[in-house]
């Protein structure tokens, strides 16, 4: 998950599991953020964070409106050459400086190949293992740094490559705050020595979601059965094996395991037959000896040891492909092995390369962090991400199987293949995967308008994020562990798909696609830098008579965060545009602004602007505007027939938005209201888009978004419904507490009214329109509809005493508001069939309905299984708060959850979970009181500076638009009663 698989748990943007769409949690209002809850780590600045509340309280004092200096989270100065060596503890009570003092290895020597035992113990939860590292010294040294986190060290032995001359280690030295074990030899190596460093060591299997860990299913007899397996990106190879943990540091592995007799185990490469047997102390053990892997980094490797079962198929160029499953799950995999053979033959006929393993497995881990990793030849998902049942999952979950397949499998060759230098340019990965992904999706499954959803799931939401002062550039400096954690979130992911969606726009997908190729078999089995992409798009644009300039242009949108509004205004035949940065609080940007947020290109855009009028609306037109503030474009704006409006920023494929003049904005309203088919989906969704967000920035009064969305009365459309629907959800969360609730609420409700006529109860329709029934009831329900109720009810209830099935796509609104209409038989059954279903999509919704009671009791029950994994696995916690935090009557329970749970939360799911639970907890706070409170809170804890920021943000932003709007939204909804 990135920001919270929302499909998993990244919500609002973590997104990630289906909360895309016809879905989940995401759904109600959390939907905008990528945030994975990852590490295991934990911020250790508990004396910064003491001077920190001196500080603050000082300024808090000096300040009338409070400041955001107080939350020192993240210890910046790390990286500090001049800061004093870190010091080590020795075990035998002397202590001496680190000779390292950075948390970023030396580059004096580089490793070329592993050799990697593992003797895995699923009885005893126990690893023995070694590893021999061949390496070459490009720099005299007198030690060697690797990185190694929670390792047990038993022995070591260096020797020439070369000679085998033995070279003596006199000491070894740790940082564990860093993860860095150092070696101290008696001599110093010389340039060009190669060596071979073999270390032995140990470590439990524990029940954790990184590294080497333990995970846990039941099978049919009712037996707990475990797996070993790990999840090493981006910092957690270093739990499993020593080792140069850093993606530029390349080499070739070569993978042992011995594992129980009748046990499976797998890893990037196929294993060679025949296994060899070892006989132990009472135990059958079988040694499976893995080919070598090309060559990679060390968070790509994958080691498994399951008694799972698979079922396999062969691509159209021989490569074999297995999806594994536990046996009671193996009729669920159908669907994924089958799109898995088709895109892979498509990403190679895209790609133009082949993929360069001879196998590639999928496998279903009960316990996981993320929605899926892409390991080499070796993809490890979440159950939600892969298993599929046509019978029992939603089209929604189906989907979100295809894109997480397709996903990963991008990754294969954008990430595997070629991979970034450093987690500075984490986007390249993500982004780029997350933008192919559509592509891919769209191969397998034209009829589900891949593209039209991508401005929803992507740009929209990236947009909200990076409307923050306290956003960052896609490119970005990162050290520390934690911060590179944080790194996965909703600026990777969507900002870095939205942006590649304009560049294929301007580029054109032939010359995209040539760029792609050549940057591909320049960097093959290395790594590279955001510039080396853009590098090879100049190339080929140069190339065929383009001339685009990609370096220029897209180095304004990844050096700097943030994006513009253009502001275009029309004074008889001479339209003007402008543009100036985005900011969802202009009065309150330097509170959360720090000096390092200056920007170079001074928030100053290279715009491709597209736009096409009322006189020939099929002839769209590109105008640049190149880092210009003003632009005149009277030369190339065709004022034939003398047009009542333009349209700008075709189908939203820029990353920007546009504010019109009131005269065009009546215009396209008039338009909307008469024939909004003239326009596209994309289209509709975009003006929405704009004209709320416009609104909620204080750049237009909220009149315009109002005014526009009364044409939905008219709509059928899932991808703009589902745009005016988040904001309204978001409307009406700000004015919770306030008078016009009521009124605005029984407005939209009147609003959704024909449209919930239209779309009925029965499970039918295209793939958009099962999204638009589910969002669609969804929300009238949220806002008491008076059918819904009767609805839902006879429909659980049917279920409950007959056992008669709810329509998948249904389940999702059926069962959450069966169980706040219901009383606790409804959330007794509920959670029964939680425990006992097979089907991971079906379990998630009925966790989610299981937040959604009114019963107090429950909501404090449901809290507390949510720390207890036998209960609910921790892969899954987040979606508990999530979903208590999106009901009304218990969001504040939540809020009282995470303050006094914090350190439980973030000792299990690592310093990235700030970022999630701090979203979801705050996202309904408007008031004065809130954000002190808020505020208070952040100063007594560690925080991420940037999620501690973000947050206070968007309270700040939220306490003053409900101040100023709050009469004006009044005010429209009272003229309109009058009319
Ligand atoms: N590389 C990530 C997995 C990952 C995420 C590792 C965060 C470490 C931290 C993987 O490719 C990914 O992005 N997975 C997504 C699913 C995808 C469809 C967006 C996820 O896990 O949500
Ligand atoms: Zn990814």
């Known amino acids: 998950m990135v920001d919270a698989e929302v499909d998993d748990i990244s919500f609002l943007s973590a997104s990630g599991e289906s909360m895309k769409h016809g879905g989940n949690y995401e759904q109600m209002g959390i939907s905008h ?22 500080l603050a309280v000082a300024m808090i004092s000096a300040f009338s409106r409070p400041t955001i200096e107080h939350c020192h989270i993240g210890n910046n100065s790390l990286h500090d050459a001049t800061q004093a060596k870190p010091i080590v503890g020795l075990a035998d009570g002397t202590s001496e400086p680190f000779p390292w003092r950075s948390t970023r290895l030396p580059r004096t020597i580089r490793p070329s190949q592993y050799d990697i035992h593992l003797q895995i113990n699923l009885t005893e939860f126990h690893v023995n293992a070694s590893v021999s590292i061949v390496m070459q010294v490009s720099e005299p040294t007198e030690y060697i740094i690797l990185h190694s986190n929670n390792l047990t060290i038993t022995s070591y032995y260096l020797k020439s490559h070369k000679t085998l001359r033995k070279i003596a280690i006199t000491k070894l030295l740790f940082y564990k705050r860093w993860n860095l074990v150092a070696f101290r030899l008696q001599r110093a190596l010389y340039a060009n020595e190669e060596l071979d460093l073999t270390i032995e060591y140990n470590m439990p299997l524990r029940d954790k979601l990184t590294g080497l860990y333990r995970s846990s299913y039941v099978d049919d007899d009712g037996k707990k059965r475990y797996i070993a397996t790990t999840q090493f990106e981006p910092n957690s190879a270093r739990e499993a094996f020593p080792c140069f943990d850093e993606p530029a540091f390349k080499a070739v592995f070569a993978i042992q395991i011995i594992r129980d007799k009748g046990l499976v185990s797998l ?78 033959d498509f990403y190679e006929d895209f790609f133009q390369i082949r993929y360069q393993l001879q196998k590639l ?46 996903h990963e499998l991008a990754h294969q060759w954008f990430g595997n293949l070629v991979t970034m230098d450093w987690w500075s340019d984490l986007w390249l990965n993500e982004g780029f995967a997350s933008f192919v992904e559509f592509l891919g999706t769209d191969h397998v499954k034209p009829e589900w308008n891949m593209m039209d959803q991508f401005v929803l799931t992507e740009t929209q939401v990236a947009m909200v994020t990076d409307a923050l002062a306290s956003s960052r550039p896609l490119t970005v400096e990162v050290n520390d562990a934690d911060e590179i954690d944080l790194l996965f979130d909703s600026i990777s992911y969507q900002k870095g798909a939205a942006i590649l969606n304009m560049l294929q726009g301007f580029l054109t997908l032939p010359i995209l696609k040539k760029g792609l190729t050549r940057y591909l078999t320049l960097h093959e089995f290395g790594n590279a830098k955001t510039s080396d992409l853009w590098d090879a798009l100049t190339q080929v644009s140069r190339e065929q008579q383009q001339n ?36 969802l609080n202009q009065d309150t940007v330097t509170n959360f602004t720090r ?128 745009t005016a629907l988040q904001h309204y959800y978001k409307l009406l969360v700000l004015c919770e507490e306030k008078p016009i609730y009521r009124p605005l609420k029984k407005y939209v409700l009147e609003l959704l009214s024909p449209v919930v006529t239209y779309i009925g109860w029965q499970d039918t329709g295209s793939h958009l329109d099962k999204y638009l029934r589910s969002t669609v009831m969804r929300h009238a329900c949220w806002l008491d509809h008076p059918d819904c109720k009767v609805k839902v009810l006879s429909m659980f209830r049917a279920w409950m005493v ?68 036998e209960k609910i696995r921790k892969q899954d916690m987040f ?29 299990i799911y690592g310093a990235s979970s700030y970022n999630t639970l701090l979203k979801i907890t705050t996202q309904h706070f408007t008031t004065e009181f809130d954000y002190n409170e808020l505020n208070r809170f952040l100063m007594s804890r560690n925080c991420t500076l940037r999620a501690a920021r973000q947050a206070l943000e968007l309270v700040r932003h939220s306490v003053e638009w409900v101040d100023r709007n709050e009469e004006l939204i009044e005010k429209w909804l009272r003229d309109k009663s009058r009319m």
């Open 33 to 54: 953020t990528r945030q994975l809850v990852c590490s295991q780590r934990k911020a250790t600045c508990v004396a910064l964070a003491a001077a920190a509340v001196i």
């Open 267 to 344: 890893s990037n490469k196929p294993a060679e037959p025949p296994h060899q047997f070892l006989k132990d102390e009472g135990f059958d053990w079988e040694v499976d000896v893995f080919r070598q892997t090309p060559k990679m980094s060390t968070y790509l490797v994958a080691i498994i040891v399951c008694d799972f079962k698979s079922k396999s198929d062969i691509t159209g160029n021989n490569v074999q492909v297995a999806v594994y499953a536990p046996k009671a799950k193996i009729d669920q995999v159908d669907f994924a092995l089958n799109i898995t053979i088709k895109i892979l």
């Open 361 to 406: 497995d999928l496998i279903a881990i009960p316990d996981f962090k993320a929605g899926a990793m892409e390991n080499w030849g070796m993809v490890t998902y979440r159950e939600t991400a892969i298993l599929y049942n046509e019978n029992e999952s939603s089209s929604a979950a189906q989907e979100r199987v295809a894109i997480v397949v397709a």
């Open 548 to 583: 685009l300039d990609v370096v220029t242009i897209m180095n304004s949108w990844t050096q700097q965060m943030g994006y513009p509004v253009v502001t275009i205004s029309r004074q008889g035949n001479v339209l003007k545009a402008r543009q100036q940065r985005f900011l």
């Open 595 to 722: 000096p390092q947020d200056e920007s170079s290109y001074g928030y100053v855009w290279n715009i491709p602007i597209t736009y096409y009028t009322e006189s020939h609306p099929s002839d769209v037109q590109l105008i640049w505007m190149n880092r210009n503030t003003e632009l005149n474009f009277a030369d190339n704006f065709n004022l034939d027939g003398n047009p009542e409006w333009i349209k700008a920023n075709v189908n939203q494929t820029g990353f920007y938005r546009v504010k019109y003049d009131q005269k065009n904005w009546d215009a396209l309203i008039r338009l909307l209201k008469s024939n909004h088919h003239v326009l596209s989906p994309a289209d509709r969704s975009g003006l929405l888009d704009d004209a709320f967000s416009l609104s909620f920035g204080f750049y237009v009064a909220p009149k315009v978004a109002l005014d526009m969305s009364e044409y939905l009365s008219e709509e059928r459309d899932y991808v703009p419904w589902q």
């Open 802 to 869: 007959n056992g008669t099935k709810i329509a998948p796509n249904l389940r999702s609104v059926v069962y959450g508001n069966a169980i706040k209409y219901g009383g606790d038989e409804e959330w007794e059954f509920a959670y029964k069939q939680y425990q006992d279903t097979r089907t991971p999509s079906e379990k998630k919704e009925l966790l989610q309905a299981l937040t959604t009671t009114t019963d107090m009791w429950h909501i404090t029950q449901i809290l507390d299984y949510s720390l207890q994994p």
């Open 879 to 907: 979606f508990v708060l999530i979903g208590v935090a999106n009901n009304r009557l218990a969001r504040w329970h939540v809020w009282r959850f995470v303050q006094s749970s914090w350190d439980t939360i973030i000792d």
